[in-house]
């Protein structure tokens, strides 16, 4: 049973600049909603109801967006956004320093006390909610998991990637994992995607980690560790992955997001259409 869900959201938006000069990377909007209002909705549309989103400098924001609003409530997102900050208890803490992604999620511990629990990347979107697919699966086989995606073997330097070997249907037993190899080092070209089911034992694994790319302490390089501790598996997840934090998929995402969307999606439609009319 996984009540409890991370949401790292201190890194920098670096590969988001100017747009993110002054504003978190995971506050950046996607049709109706920022980014960072996705996460919490799959957390919480995956049956969670506690969630600790870990910020740090320049993140105000994201905080200020989680108060209940005394705004009218005409706006059917504001009103669904307040409804589900009802049912849910959303928590704070701060990153002192950026020293990586591993080093972020060392601050949950307390939080996480000694029960598994879903992690989330705030600049992830995933469709239909990856998570509730993972706790699935946690709850079949009861071991930590990541989910991961095929890329092309020229982006496997941007991602995590794991060697493994196939148990059944979309599930692998993880043989190893590398943070952003070089095409020539990756074992596969299964990425990690940003969402992750991690038992407490990830802490020590942590406190053991030594910084690795790019001088930080890497959650994928603990995650290596917690493999030799214990059996790790991955999933395949088949549906829609948006990394937020480049400007082209923010951009795709906006794209297929506002086709899909009931209120808009038809004249987006006829938006396009008409550009493709102009330029033939
Ligand atoms: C992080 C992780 C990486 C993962 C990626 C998914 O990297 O370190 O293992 O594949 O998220 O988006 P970042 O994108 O923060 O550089």
């Not at 980014?35 to 909705?41: A, D, N, P, S, T």
């Not at 692998?172 to 080092?185: F, G, N, T």
């Not at 992750?196 to 390089?221: A, R, S, V």
């Amino acid at each position: 049973m996984i009540k409890k869900a991370v949401i790292p959201a201190a890194g920098y938006g670096t590969r988001m600049l100017p747009i993110t000069k002054a504003q978190p990377k995971e506050m950046v909007p996607v049709v109706h909603k920022p980014v960072i209002q996705y996460v919490v909705e799959e957390a919480y549309y995956s049956g969670i109801k506690d969630i600790l989103i870990i910020t740090g400098k320049g993140k105000r924001a994201i905080e200020d967006h989680f108060d209940r609003s005394d705004l009218p409530k005409k706006d059917r997102y504001l009103a669904e956004l307040d409804r589900i900050l009802e049912e849910i208890d959303i928590f704070f803490v701060r990153q002192k320093e950026q020293k990586g992604l591993g080093d972020a999620v060392r601050y949950a511990e307390s939080f996480v006390d000694d029960e598994p629990f879903a992690l989330l990347l705030g600049d992830t979107i995933t469709f239909p909610p990856c998570t509730k697919e993972l706790i699935h699966i946690h709850n079949k086989y009861k071991t930590p998991i990541v989910a991961v995606e095929e890329v092309p073997m020229e982006k496997v330097s941007l991602y995590g990637i794991i060697a493994c070997k196939k148990i059944g249907g979309l599930v692998y037993q993880i043989e190893d994992l590398i943070e952003k190899p070089s095409v020539d080092d990756a074992p596969t070209n299964l990425a990690i995607l940003g969402r992750y089911i991690l038992t407490p034992d990830i802490f020590d694994c942590i406190q053991e980690t030594k910084p690795g790319k790019d001088n930080e302490i890497q959650l994928t390089d603990a995650m290596k560790l917690l493999n030799n501790r214990k059996r790790m598996y991955g999933y395949l997840f088949r549906g829609k992955r948006y990394d937020i934090g480049n400007k082209l998929d923010w951009l795709k995402a906006n794209m297929e997001l506002a086709l899909k969307d009931e209120e808009i999606g038809g004249e987006i439609r006829e938006f396009i259409k008409s550009m493709e009319v102009y330029h033939d």
